[in-house]
């Protein structure tokens, strides 16, 4: 088994986690890191103890999470999870925790997804194929978000993997349809960008608040 560590911090992988499946006991236990994020990407452990940025990271994740957790409230479509929630597919190898997840009230009642529950603490893992997962790029994810995940959550017949980048200069929004052969990312109008998922559009636009850093606003028609 491999294990990559990003940044200069590094954690202790337990001896006995040797596949997907003693990872994902070893992340139910007390021995697993309370920071730090930590998954288990086809074969490998994936370590990165570097620190989430302010403006180019935990803000843009905060406003998709206010979106889409208020859209799927009014539409009754599902539900959208936030970031820290695991989630894990077995025929892809695959246990991360996303920057967001939606899934739909169908996919729950059909147990497309099923919620698992932990020794103590209630349902504290996703498993199965939810109908959306959102990344945010940071410096330290590049090759994660946009290689080995876009060919995991593919695998794992994850519908759209929403993928944005904001990093210095960049404003990159897409959102990556599943096809037979790989993701697609879905047509663009003006920014906009089409969703079938929730079916409706979405389009992320940068400006400056009152103390000069950026403010993001995710629109939704």
Known sequence: MNTFVVDTESVCVPEWVTD????????????????????YLNK??????????AFSHNLVKTEYASVLTALAKVSRLG??????????????GLSVQPDGIFVSH?????????????????????????E??????SPSSIVKDTITL?????????????????RKDR????????KPDGYVAAGKRGGWVRSAVFGKSFRLTRQTDESGNPEYTLAVR
């Open 150 to 166: 876009r060919d995991l959550y593919w695998q794992a017949g994850i519908r759209e993997y929403w993928l944005v980048d904001v």
């Open 20 to 39: 997907h499946a003693s990872f994902r006991e070893w992340a139910h236990s007390d021995e697993f890191p309370e920071t730090g994020r930590i998954c």
């Open 106 to 130: 169908a996919s729950l009642r059909t147990r497309r997804v099923r919620l698992l529950e932990g020794l103590e603490l209630g349902y504290v893992e996703l498993e199965g194929s939810p």
């Open 79 to 92: 539900r959208f999870f936030g970031d820290g929630m695991l989630l894990s597919n077995e025929e892809a």
């Open 171 to 178: 404003l990159e929004f897409d959102i990556l349809v599943h």
């Open 44 to 53: 490998g452990v994936w370590v990165d103890m570097s620190k989430e940025q």
């Open 132 to 137: 959306m997962t959102l990344e945010v790029i």
